[in-house]
């Protein structure tokens, strides 16, 4: 059982940036695809981003395309999420998870994830 532990949030100013960090358990980190999601209060939790298990592919939610960066050193078992320029509708509950493929097929892939991170944005 692979264990997820967020790093990194806290309260920024818009257009401020932020980087989380998410460590893994484990010695199979390398092989599968590593994603962020958020969940603010009262909405459903949305897809942000996911990087495939070698890092060589990567996919963004449309509301944080080109402004958020994901990132992996699979050495070091860490995902990233580089946010810049934050908007106050970024605000959420930022959640680690690990896919069960190597590469990216749809938000149902991920079956592990981690306690969650806060990232306030005030405007």
């Known amino acids: 059982q692979v264990q997820l532990v967020e790093s990194g949030g806290g309260l920024v100013q818009a257009g401020g940036s932020l980087r989380l960090s998410c460590a893994a358990s484990?010695?199979?980190?390398?092989?599968?695809?590593m994603g962020w999601f958020r969940q603010a209060p009262g909405k459903e939790r949305e897809f942000v981003a996911v990087?495939?298990?070698?890092?060589?592919?990567?996919h963004y939610g449309d509301s944080v395309q080109g402004r958020f960066t994901i990132s992996r050193d699979n050495a070091k078992n860490t995902v990233y999420l580089q946010m810049n320029r934050l908007k106050p509708e970024d605000a959420a509950v930022y959640y680690c998870?690990?896919?069960?493929?190597?590469?990216?097929?749809?938000?149902?892939?991920?079956?592990?994830w981690g306690q969650g991170t806060q990232v306030t944005v005030s405007s």
């Open positions: 990087i495939g298990a070698s890092g060589s592919s990567t």
């Open positions: 484990g010695r199979t980190f390398s092989a599968y695809a």
């Open positions: 998870a690990r896919s069960f493929r190597s590469y990216y097929f749809g938000p149902n892939d991920f079956t592990s």
